[in-house]
């Protein structure tokens, strides 16, 4: 599991204008894509946002507590980053290509066959027993057994 830094900036407050976005919620978002995208460049990944409590003076004595939202930003540290080098396609074990050899022999079928195939075979090695026969027994349709009581 790799492991991360964080940066954390104060959310916009207000929005930013720009030509062709009219209305406080457009602006505002605007604001935000901004806040996001000079992050991105820098190689900072958006995280998630939060909103934290603040104690701040109020006067000579007093203190309040206002809410801030923050933007939290993630990155892998970048002597980390260096140090593990990205694996392209020619790069493979050999177990992959000789994994891959194997498959080459099935037919090929989208994720979601696999997943209802696969499904299916559970459910069918899972199905409960009723009295003796399983539903995919040829003679699930007979009569159930009757009981009788001794007299």
Same mark, same amino acid.
């Given at each position: 599991?790799p492991?991360y830094e964080?940066?954390?900036?104060?959310?916009? /407050?207000?929005?930013l !204008?720009a030509?062709?976005?009219r209305g406080?919620?457009?602006?505002?978002? @605007?604001?935000l894509q901004?806040a996001?995208?000079?992050?991105a460049a820098?190689?900072w990944e958006?995280? !998630?946002?939060?909103?934290?409590?603040?104690?701040? /003076?109020q006067?000579l004595t007093g203190r309040s507590t206002t809410f801030?939202n923050?933007?939290?930003?993630?990155?892998i540290?970048?002597e980390k980053?260096?140090?593990t080098?990205p694996?392209?396609? @020619?790069?493979r074990s050999?177990?992959e290509?000789s994994?891959?050899?194997?498959?080459?022999?099935?037919p090929s079928q989208?994720?979601?066959?696999?997943?209802?195939?696969g499904?299916?075979?559970r459910m069918?090695s899972?199905?409960?027993t009723?009295?003796?026969?399983?539903? @995919?027994?040829?003679?699930?349709?007979?009569?159930p057994?009757?009981?009788?009581?001794?007299?």
């Amino acid at each position: 599991m790799p492991s991360y830094e964080y940066k954390v900036v104060p959310a916009p /407050r207000k929005g930013l !204008r720009a030509k062709g976005i009219r209305g406080a919620d457009n602006k505002f978002a @605007n604001a935000l894509q901004d806040a996001m995208n000079t992050q991105a460049a820098e190689g900072w990944e958006y995280f !998630r946002t939060d909103t934290l409590p603040c104690d701040e /003076r109020q006067g000579l004595t007093g203190r309040s507590t206002t809410f801030q939202n923050m933007l939290v930003f993630r990155r892998i540290p970048p002597e980390k980053a260096r140090a593990t080098p990205p694996t392209t396609l @020619n790069a493979r074990s050999a177990d992959e290509q000789s994994d891959k050899s194997d498959k080459a022999d099935k037919p090929s079928q989208s994720p979601a066959e696999m997943s209802f195939e696969g499904a299916a075979s559970r459910m069918r090695s899972e199905t409960p027993t009723l009295g003796g026969v399983t539903k @995919n027994d040829p003679g699930h349709d007979a009569p159930p057994p009757t009981h009788t009581t001794p007299e």
